[in-house]
Every structure is written in C-alpha cells, then in structure tokens.
C-alpha cells in the first residue's frame, strides 16, 4: 500500500493530493468510483485527519472530485481538459478468472501494509529452516554450462531423471523420466489439470475441509466441488459412490499424509479401499503429497501412487514444503498420454521452467546433504509444533482444542465457543498476529490453521499471546 514519504520535503496532504490524482488520470479511480472517508483513508496512509481533508480540498478545487451529501467523496463525472482513460475498475471486475478470496485479499492486505505481524498464515519455511548452505555449495562447486534458451516444457531432462530416483527411494513410486511434469510448484499441476483435464460443469470430489476450497481456480474453471469428511482414518469410499451415483463426479483430489489443513493421516487400509473404489468406478484420484517428507518421527505411510496398479493415480509434489518455496519447483507423476497433454499446454503457457532453478533442484535432489537437510527440518518443525502447542494450552486451555499433527506445518484448531470467523481474523490484525480462519477450507466457523514453520521459535509464544488476546475479545463480544 502505498504511504506519503514523511522525509520529503513536499507536504503530505500535496503528496496525498498528487498520488490520488495520478490514479485519477490513469483511470485506477475512473469518474464516478466514490473515495475512501476522510477519517478511513487518514488510518490507511497513518496521517491525521486534517491532512486528508486539505488533500481532498486540493482535489475539489482542481475539479477532480466532488463531495455530495449522504454520497461521500467520488470522483467527478466529466472531468474537464482530460482525454477519458479506460475504465480499469471495469476491465479488473471482468475475465473469467476469479480474484482470491475475501478473507485471503484481507490477509494479503495487511501483509502489504508494513506493519509487523507474526505471521501464523503463510504456510511456507522460514529462511533457516532452507537448505541455503547446500544450494551455496552447489553453485560454487557445480559448474554450470547449460545453455539458458527455451527448456523441454516437460522439464529439464537431468531433474526428471533425479525426481524419478527421489520417488523411488523416499516414497516407492514407479515412474520414469517421460512419465514426469516439472511445474512451477504444486499449484500449477492442479491449475493444468482443472484446465487441461476437465471441462465446465464436471464435478469432482475434494475433503472437507481442505486447501483445495481455498484455491478460485476450481470456480473459475467452473468445476462443482462436492466435499468428503475428513476423519482419523480418511475420506470414506462409500461418500465417493455416493457421489458418484448423483453427480457422476469425474476426480477425487486427496491429501492423504498430514492432510492441509488438518493435519490427518489417511490408514493404510483405508488408502487401499479409495483406491480399489476409484479403479472400480473409473475416475482417477490426483494425490497431493507436499509434506511426507516432514514426518517428525516414523516415515510416513506410501502414497496412494504407489499401490496404483493401472495408472489411476495422479501424483502431485514439490519442493517447496521441504527445501525452498522460491524455487519454484513441483512435479507430477502420471501415464505418459497425461503428461504430453499437460506439456502441451505449458508451451502455450510460458515455455517451461526456467532452467536455472532446476539445475539446482537436480543437484540438490542427488546431493547427499539432502538427507541431513531433512533430519533438521524435521527436528525444527516438531520443535515449533511443541511451543505452539503449549502455548495454546497455557494461554487458552479448554478454549481451543486440536489434534497434534505427526509431520507437516499446520495445527488445526477448533474453537470450543460460538464465534464468527470475520470478527475473529479482524481482532488478529490489530493484535497483531495472523492466521487462515476455517471457513477458506470449507467448515463452518470456529477453525483456525495456525502454521508454525514460517515464524522463528522466539515469535511462536508472543504470537499465540497475541492470537489469544484476540480470541478472547472476540468471545467476549
């Protein structure tokens, strides 16, 4: 969000003044769009009042707005000596691709602002927890001589070969160099699928709740999403018939180990009758896998991928949940016909990857410093998990209740009190501390997913002091 520079030498109402104009004549606020109050925009850009008031006086007397009664401020409908410019607000309210989520645009709001928070939302590693040394030693030691043109839109053909070596040791799965996407990360194999693999109106069964609802891009593409309940053992392959039998449902999209945002494990037999039910019925199950490798003390159970017996089963993984987000790097493991399609569509795209990041991500895939890389990862997430737990039941007791997850970077919690999540997520952010309410991931009020891996172990404490304060507030009100 942009604010006045207080070290400059022009006034700050001229500031203001001037950025609202240039927004003016660039058509960001075409005529007629109404202008924030005097007293919102004086908290928005931290001025005083007074100051928004001389802007705004500027601005009248140019005949840029105009202030009208029960109206408010807007700008003017004919705006004198200025060519009219498009009316972007118009253009931006349009396509076919949907903005994010109200409560996500919220978050992402006060983020931009500058002001500090402790951070509970962003699901992602914080700097220490990367493998910044491996990658240091890959570029000094690691020549690189690749040529730095166009790419395979499949990917870079040496990372392919090492993610096929990855899947088979750490997760027993079967695959070979042409039956592997490299994405730009996990979501970028679910936006190919919903655009590639089904058409508007197909129906497809996700977990309830799941990250899956927080993602427009199913809505955009204008797939029906139709929810399966999420317990200890898994999703129930008698609710995949069932949907089946009424909307004739074309996928299933699981997260079967440490599920987003609960935290869950799917039991083995439990991935068996899924799997045995969707072979019957026809339809094939995309696997989401980002966080086995982060289990805190036993390996985590196989994926479903690799009981697959006749390529039902579309694998989804990266590297973002357990090396670095910024890489940028996923992969897909699917039949051969899949992935030509997919490939495809990501020429038209972008071209591919851009070779440099998967350069790193082949060397550091083969490097054996991973595995020491991923025995400290895991020891500092189980160590985060503890401090935020303790410090939930020091600081809310029977307020909150949840579940302690085996691996990922997720608690999910359940508040044991009627409360509305907007209130909720509005006294976080003037507490200063954030986090994902349910109801992005499909429930009804009173969850939360406080993710603990972006924020240092100093922060956890602090921020759950602060994340209780707001609670508390909330309730009380």
Known sequence: MWRPDRNDKKPLYQQIADYLEQRISLGELP???????????????????????????????????????????????????????PNWSRYVEGGSFLPNFPFMRRIREAVQSGEPFINFANG?????LSPNE?????????????????????????????????????????????????????????????QCLLNPGDAIAIENPSYCYSLPMFQSAGIRLF??????????????????????????????????????VMSAQRREEVLSCCEQLGIPIVEDDPFSLTSYDDAAPPPIKAMDRNGSVLYIGSLSKVAASGLRIGWMAAPHTVIQRLSDARQQMDFGLSLFPQWIAAHLL??????????????????????????????????????????GLNLWCKINRKIKDYHLLNNGI????????GSVFGTEPGFVRLSYARSSVDEIVTGIDKFAAALIETMSN
């Not at 007629?32 to 925009?41: A, I, N, Q, V």
């Not at 992602?124 to 220490?128: D, I, K, M, R, Y």
């Not at 939930?392 to 949840?402: I, M, P, T």
Request: charge should be negative.
């Open 134 to 194: 491996e990658i240091a030693s890959i570029m000094r030691n690691q020549p690189f001589h690749e040529p730095l043109g166009y790419g395979d839109p499949q990917g870079y053909v040496p990372l392919r070969s090492a993610i096929t070596g990855f899947l088979q040791e750490l997760r027993g799965i079967q695959a070979t160099d042409d039956s592997i996407l490299v994405t730009s990360g996990s979501q970028q194999s679910l936006y190919l699928i919903t």
């Open 31 to 85: 005529p007629g769009s109404h202008l924030p109050s005097e007293r919102k925009l004086a908290e928005q850009l931290g001025v005083n009042r007074s100051t928004i008031i001389q802007a705004y006086e500027n601005l009248r007397a140019s005949g840029m707005i105009e202030s009208l009664t029960g109206s408010g401020t807007r700008v003017c409908g004919h705006l004198w000596g200025m060519d009219p410019a």
């Open 227 to 264: 929810g399966l309940t999420v317990n200890e053992d898994g999703v129930d392959p008698e609710e995949i018939r069932a949907l089946y039998k009424q909307h004739r449902i074309r996928m299933v999209f699981l997260n079967p180990n440490f599920q987003n945002p609960t935290g869950m």
């Open 430 to 437: 003037k507490h200063g501390v954030l986090f994902i309410p």
């Open 366 to 407: 083969e490097s054996a410093s991973l595995a020491p890389h991923l025995e400290r990862l895991r020891d500092s997430l189980r160590l985060r998990r503890d401090i935020m737990a303790e410090a939930l039941h020091r600081k809310l007791g029977s307020e909150v209740s949840f579940h302690l997850p085996q691996g």
């Open 124 to 128: 992602e590693l914080a700097p220490e």
